[in-house]
């Protein structure tokens, strides 16, 4: 009876975390879903569409989508230069996807290899970088961003160098932190008391333990960096002129918001969605890879 009475609460508890499991996978399934189309539309976005995202057709001007009594030669609508807007967001969201898969793992490498450093050396190793990430955070990230356009002019490659100069710092921060309190850890102190040189220790030893948080963070990082990409290209120091991006596009709608609101609508909807689910995936991962989280469940 004993053990009959033990082991009741133990299957329960199993199930009720499968449950639980089931749950988080049926409310992140929707944002997968989101993320592939715009995954799939922006990789195949010259198959998918038969017009040119800088095709100026002024006779098309101003067409509304085909909900609003427009024509499905245009699903939805057309610009005041009468461009396909479908065929320009899903360009946009190419262009979102290459800042995305670009920024991303460049500014975590340079921010996690800073923490670390800083993390383990300390001294004058510590000051000096934390200074350079204070200072980082203390410069307008606007006004920089206005001023490498321009010097350099408005260029996706600029937009990448700015976003990965403006986000870096986090992953330091967070690195340095994590990495003060590994330090002191057993198994840190039996790799030092072996004679493991610095390299060796901070490779195989601390960046590992640091994976799950910068994974979380890099997710976490991707409505931001679409929100950004987007603010640049607003205000026209983003991608070149003429270039699709949903800034860009919302920039230039916001003229005739009041006659045409797809244009604004349409792209604001979709740097919505990805952001929603960059958000949703991080929350998620979070969950998913704390195991002090995972152990209440």
């Known amino acids: 009876m004993a053990t009959q009475d033990v082991a009741i609460p133990v299957l ?6 499968r449950k639980v499991n089931w749950k988080r996978w049926a409310l992140l399934s929707p944002a997968l879903l989101i993320l592939a189309l715009f995954v799939i539309a922006g990789i195949f976005a010259d198959i998918i569409s038969v017009y040119d995202p800088k095709e100026i057709v002024l006779l098309d001007r101003l067409q ?27 360009h946009g969201a190419r262009i979102s996807l290459i800042v995305v898969a670009v920024t991303i793992p460049l500014s975590a490498a340079i921010g996690t290899m800073v923490g670390l450093i800083a993390g383990w050396r300390l001294g004058r190793w510590d000051k000096f970088l934390m200074r350079l990430v204070d200072v980082q955070l203390a410069l307008p990230a606007i006004l920089f961003a206005i001023l490498i356009a321009a010097v350099f002019g408005a260029s996706l490659r600029n937009v990448i160098i700015i976003i990965t100069l403006w986000t870096w710092s986090g992953y330091a921060r967070f690195a340095r932190g994590d990495v003060l309190s590994l330090r002191e850890q057993e198994f840190i102190i039996a790799a030092r008391s072996i004679g493991a040189s610095d390299v060796r220790v901070i490779l195989r030893h601390l960046l590992p333990n640091l994976f799950n948080t910068i994974v979380i963070l890099m997710t976490l990082e991707v409505a931001a960096v679409i929100l950004i990409e987007a ?8 991608v070149a002129p003429g270039t699709a991006s949903w800034g860009a596009m919302i ?11 797809w244009l604004i609508w349409i792209p604001g909807i979709a740097i919505l969605l990805v952001s929603l689910t960059g958000n949703l995936m991080g929350d998620w991962l979070r969950d998913a890879l704390d195991p002090r989280l995972r152990n209440l469940r």
């Open 64 to 90: 509304p989508p085909v909900f609003d009594g427009g024509s499905w030669d245009h699903i939805l609508g057309t610009d005041n230069l009468g461009r396909d807007i479908l065929t320009r967001t899903m």
């Open 251 to 261: 920039s230039e709608g916001r003229n005739f918001m009041t006659v045409a609101w």
């Open 12 to 17: 329960g508890s199993e199930r009720g975390r």
């Open 231 to 238: 603010a640049l290209s607003f205000l026209g120091i983003g």
